[in-house]
């Protein structure tokens, strides 16, 4: 049983760029989760993914956006980059939306100058 | 909105000396009660999740139990591996959506 992979492990950007992350979820699991956890923080949930469409988003802005691919996979992508957008984001994916099985990847730090 | 505020924010123990932390919460409809483990620079590490008042779940050196509005993650005799942050959140949603909202964590140092 193969675990969340996310890639990159780390990136740096420059403000007003955009930024692509990569999630796979776990075998078997078919809605994936994003947060965003800033450093002392504890994870921000920014959306949630199933059946390729948004089924929940928290309190971000519109240049936080998503997909999911039909093999559950799933990517983020932030636009016009702020240096506030620096932190460790995280992937979680579960086995249906309501979040059983709920299982967090390692994360990508992207760091913003 | 749902809330989570853990504490203390910091824990210092030795080897072998028990302890708990707290979580205490603020929920419409918990879908769950969750604790995870989290090393520096790497993902939450599930742990346990509890559904209802009165619930109690082991696992090695840890107990988690869970009321109304707090739940207790109880450490006994613990090892210098068990150095990590203990994050707790809730889960919630509406419809088939879901989120969890986590507390900031607690930072547990056990020395030798």
């Known amino acids: 049983e193969t675990g969340v992979t996310q890639s990159p492990t780390h990136l740096i950007k420059t403000r007003g760029q955009q930024v692509t992350l990569r999630c796979s979820s776990q075998?078997?699991?078919?809605?994936v989760s994003w947060y965003q956890q800033a450093l002392g923080q504890g994870p921000q949930f920014i959306f949630q993914y199933y059946r390729e469409e948004e089924n929940g988003r928290g309190n971000f802005p519109p240049r936080f956006s998503g997909l999911q691919f039909p093999n559950y996979s799933s990517e983020l992508n932030v636009n016009a980059l702020e240096l506030d957008d620096s932190a460790l984001y995280l992937c979680?994916?579960?086995?249906?939306?309501?979040?059983?099985?709920?299982?967090f990847g390692s994360g990508t730090r992207l760091t913003v100058v | 909105e749902d809330q989570v505020t853990q504490s203390p924010e910091a824990l210092r123990l030795q080897e072998g000396e028990s302890s708990s932390l707290n979580c205490s919460y603020t929920v419409s409809g918990l879908r769950g009660l969750f604790w995870y483990r989290q090393d520096p620079g790497k993902g939450p590490e599930f742990l346990f999740t509890?559904?209802?008042a009165g619930e109690e779940k082991e696992k090695e050196r840890l107990k988690a139990t869970l009321t109304k509005k707090e739940s207790f993650l109880h450490i006994t005799a613990p090892k210098p591996e068990d150095s990590a942050t203990y994050l707790c959140a809730v889960g919630s949603g509406t419809g088939t959506a879901s989120k969890l909202t986590f507390g900031t964590g607690t930072r547990l140092q056990v020395t030798l």
């Open positions: 979680a994916s579960s086995l249906g939306p309501s979040g059983y099985g709920y299982t």
């Open positions: 075998s078997g699991h078919n809605t």
């Open positions: 509890l559904y209802s």
